[in-house]
């Protein structure tokens, strides 16, 4: 199985701030990573396809970067409404495995 | 709009069955694979199932595999998952999502394993 390890486990920033998350798979995964946003009581929201794709109606300010094993997530300018948990995952291959997470808070 | 809407869930003995739902609109159904993926609560995502728009393809996580089976009927729009011989580790917000990359997620139905 290919292993996601995400960091950081959580992250405190200030409003305006630009701030990355951090995703390394095991094995090449040759680009099939996307982002997820989970707000607390919501269900998973898909922000990043094919690694650097923005997923219809997701805001600019968030991009997503990398290949072979090491991917980024980046949230420019970070607003109130991004409080939320962040979760990476490979569908490169099965069984599809998801990042631990990364809880950000605002400062 | 794309809608998935989960029903099914509850609070069941361990070793009991319970059967989820997923009733799926606002896309064409048949041509897309779909999924199970679960929350424990508190916790991260895990995925449980998977299967292609025809069926013809079929995949499991080792921790649910033998107990728990995926399916779908395309003529009602509907996805299943029959879960079987269930364990208190099975507790879990269990989501329906479309295709992979998970582009759409249902609001999520809630078991609970427990006697």
């Known amino acids: 199985d290919i292993q996601m390890t995400q960091s950081p486990a959580s992250l405190s920033a200030s409003l305006g701030e630009t701030v990355t998350i951090e995703c390394r798979a095991s094995e090449d995964i040759y680009n099939g990573l996307a982002w997820y946003q989970q707000k607390p009581g919501k269900s998973p929201q898909l922000l990043i396809y094919?690694?650097?794709s923005l997923h219809t109606g997701v805001p600019s300010r968030f991009s997503g970067s990398g290949s072979g094993t090491q991917y980024s997530l980046k949230i420019n300018s970070l607003q109130s409404e991004d409080v939320a948990s962040y979760f990476c995952?490979?569908?490169?291959?099965?069984?599809?495995?998801f990042g631990a997470g990364t809880k950000l808070e605002l400062k | 709009e794309v809608q998935l809407v989960e029903s099914g869930g509850g609070l069941v003995q361990p070793g009991r069955s319970l059967k989820l739902s997923c009733l799926a609109s606002g896309f064409t159904f048949s041509n897309y694979g779909m999924n199970w993926i679960r929350q424990a609560p508190g916790k991260g995502l895990e995925w449980v199932a998977s299967?292609?728009?025809?069926?013809?393809?079929?995949y499991y996580a080792d921790t649910v595999k033998g107990r728990f089976t995926i399916s779908r009927d395309n003529a009602k729009n509907t996805l299943y998952l029959q879960m079987t011989s269930l364990r208190s580790e099975d507790t879990a917000l269990y989501y329906c999502a479309r295709l992979g990359p998970l582009d759409y997620w249902g609001q999520g139905v809630m078991v609970t394993v427990s006697s």
């Open positions: 995952q490979q569908y490169y291959n099965y069984p599809y495995t």
């Open positions: 094919n690694a650097n």
């Open positions: 299967i292609s728009s025809s069926s013809s393809y079929i």
